[in-house]
């Protein structure tokens, strides 16, 4: 049913190391709680990859005594070096002894699963031979849970945090929710909304997060709230929540001494502020340096604010792509250490391709945060199948001709994923987005890992470790981000979709009481051309990027067609470098979105002798509906832009369904 995610560790048909008898673990530091559930995890995946021929006949794994050789020794004592999770995994073949080792106790637990990963991919024990720490520090997911159990833009279900029953009830699935993060790396979580509830600042729920994070620390996982900007005034009692008001500032501290006391490893606050109506420094006339600093102040050297770069109001009216660079660049420089700004991939809202945010690069004396969504809020929810871990390599690898690629700037500070987390049975809401969770972390930790790679294993752990099926569905999973780009919003279009829920086309939507909020907006389509001027004849975006980046994209002749129409405004005839006129090559483009939806479902089809009757059919189904809602986009949108440019469908192409 899912439940398990890539921690199913199947059972092994054949591998010649379950038959030299029942392995044996030795941990060392062994009453450590990290090392208690390293070793923990360790027996119940060695016992699972054994499986139901119960190799060894036994419910648990012999413990090894000091000094006597042990299958698997875990040795994570600490040796002063500071404990970021680097850890090594190496088999001695004389004394058959495995090895996991590092300086403190998470390394042992990130050497177990790292171990277990290989395993299950077949790997003999004895084989692996690891070497790893991470990219980068941050490594954290961002839930847009509110406290009423109301996941925002979530499609699996309800929130895992029971507010309701915490403290006195922690549920199961937290710890399971720990040890799979934790298995890829995840190290810290933001437990609610980004538009927060003053709820998590109060007397009654500081317990309850104490309780989540007390369950969350074995695992490495440092727990981090969302704080509203407001809340002073809004809970506090005072008459403002101006950031330079000395009892607003005394206010936060005692509220962040009251936290620090029940949790005293509390990550601290994000932070949306001045952004889709959220209250903020702004407010009062002060900057976004100001509001953060004071609440960096309160947190102390106890832990980090991150203030969010994704601010969106009606500041800019000429495009807003460009408000979140201009109010920030200027306070380069001006944050405190212990603040962070995390900024989303693009400039607008993660869209299926955006160009990388142009603050990347931009804001030297700034510790910028890159944050990705993994719920698929444009991407056609849980139903559509869209692996992302393409999306994100195409961005931690775009250079930003500031010194360095995404992933370089982010390196020193960390990475967010919106969580994809619900009450579903299954985690995520389809089988195959627990993928992005896994690719996130693995990214996280790791931005070289290609998204191939990462697709394999996740697939081989999830799915079947068998050749042909990994052979097959590796390429339908890479190629789906760039199949859900082409039916959706192709050649560099971008917010096509349907009003407030964001499923589904919307290009005619012209009439909301905002421009920006109007696909029209975007598109800018007429009857001469479509697409958005963002050069020095237009709203000018370009010149936030480094010179030599704006230089790839400032002649609609250079641009790559993936970016065309972000950046420019081009007639219907424009002749594309495939030689087609634009019109031919976009709705070439919906075509192939929906071709390769088709050769997706066909691959998964001849796939059914790999996968369980269960999660085959609940994959195959909604391929089904993915099929049929490529078919809408690319109908819809080219009805729509027929309509207002009065070119018939190219000819050559497909005659109606
Ligand atoms: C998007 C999304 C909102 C969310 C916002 C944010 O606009 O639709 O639901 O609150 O991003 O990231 O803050």
């Not at 899912?2 to 010649?16: I, K, M, N, Q, S």
């Not at 309701?164 to 710890?175: F, G, V």
């Not at 420019?568 to 929906?594: C, I, Q």
Request: proline share 8%.
């Amino acid at each position: 049913d899912g439940y398990a995610l890539w921690l199913r560790h199947a059972p092994l048909e054949d591998a010649p190391w379950l038959d030299r008898g029942p392995p044996s673990i030795y941990a060392r530091n062994g009453d450590d709680p990290t090392i208690k559930v390293a070793t923990a995890e360790l027996e119940r995946g060695l016992l699972k990859l054994g499986g139901k021929r119960d190799p060894w006949g036994v419910g648990t794994m012999p413990r090894s005594l000091p000094n006597t050789p042990a299958s698997f020794e875990l040795d994570c004592r600490g040796d002063g070096k500071p404990n970021d999770g680097r850890f090594r995994v190496a088999a001695d073949r004389s004394n058959k002894t495995v090895k996991i080792s590092g300086p403190g106790s998470i390394s042992c637990l990130y050497g177990v699963y790292a171990l277990l990963r290989e395993l299950s991919q077949g790997e003999d024990p004895l084989a692996v031979n690891l070497d790893e720490k991470p990219a980068m520090p941050l490594r954290m997911l961002n839930h847009w849970d509110n406290p009423d159990g109301y996941v925002e833009r979530g499609y699996s279900g309800r929130s895992i945090f029971d507010w309701w029953r915490l403290p006195d009830h922690l549920d199961q699935r937290l710890l399971d929710y720990a040890s799979a993060n934790a298995s890829i790396g995840i190290n810290g979580t933001v437990v609610n909304n980004v538009n927060a509830s003053p709820l998590f600042l109060t007397d009654r729920y500081i317990p309850k997060l104490k309780r989540v994070a007390d369950a969350l620390r074995p695992y490495g996982i440092r727990l981090y709230i969302s704080a509203r900007f407001s809340a002073p005034h809004e809970i506090g009692g005072l008459p403002t929540a101006d950031p330079l008001d000395p009892r607003v500032e005394a206010w936060w501290k005692e509220r962040a001494d009251e936290i620090y006391a029940a949790i005293p490893d509390f990550g601290g606050f994000l932070v949306k502020a001045n952004s889709e109506g959220q209250p903020g420094p702004q407010d009062y006339g002060r900057t976004h340096a100001d509001g953060a600093n004071m609440m960096a102040r309160a947190i102390g050297d106890r832990g980090t604010v991150i203030w969010r770069a994704f601010v969106y109001s009606e500041v800019d009216p000429t495009d807003r792509a460009k408000q979140a660079y201009a109010e920030f660049v200027p306070l380069d420089g001006k944050f405190a250490g212990n603040v962070i700004v995390q900024v989303k991939n693009g400039a607008i809202d993660f869209q299926p391709r955006e160009p990388f945010h142009p603050l990347f690069g931009a804001m030297p004396k700034t510790r910028l945060m890159l944050e990705t969504q993994l719920t698929k809020e444009y991407l056609g929810f849980a139903t559509h199948l869209v692996f992302l871990a393409p999306m994100w390599e195409e961005v931690l690898r775009a250079d930003t001709g500031r010194g360095g690629t995404v992933a370089d700037v982010i390196a020193p500070v960390g990475m967010a994923g919106v969580a994809n987390t619900g009450s579903d049975r299954n985690w995520s809401g389809s089988h195959f987005d627990q993928a992005n969770w896994y690719a996130f972390g693995r990214l996280a930790w790791d931005p070289g890992l290609s998204s191939e790679a990462i697709a394999r294993e996740w697939a081989a752990q999830t799915f079947s470790r068998e050749q042909p099926f990994l052979d097959a569905v590796v390429p339908l999973m890479l190629g789906s981000r760039q199949a859900a780009v082409d039916y959706m919003t192709p050649l560099g279009l971008t917010h096509q979709m349907a009003t407030g829920h964001h499923y589904g086309p919307g290009p005619w939507v012209a009439d909301l009481a905002r421009p920006e909020w109007n696909p029209m907006y975007y598109s800018r389509a007429d009857k001469e051309g479509i697409g958005f001027d963002r050069t020095a004849s237009g709203s000018n975006a370009l010149s936030q990027y480094a010179p030599a980046v704006a230089a790839q994209w400032d002649e609609p002749g250079k641009t790559s067609p993936d970016y065309l129409l972000w950046f420019h405004h081009v007639t219907w005839d424009f002749a594309m470098p495939s030689g087609k006129p634009l019109w031919n090559e976009l709705v070439g483009r919906y075509d192939a979105g929906v071709a390769r939806v088709d050769a997706m479902a066909q691959t998964w089809a001849s796939l059914e002798p790999y996968v369980d009757a269960q999660r085959f059919t609940d994959v195959a189904e909604n391929l089904r509906i993915q099929q049929q809602e490529a078919r809408w986009w690319r109908d819809a949108s080219i009805a729509y832009w027929q309509s207002i440019n009065g070119l018939g469908l190219p000819a050559g192409t497909r005659p109606p369904e």
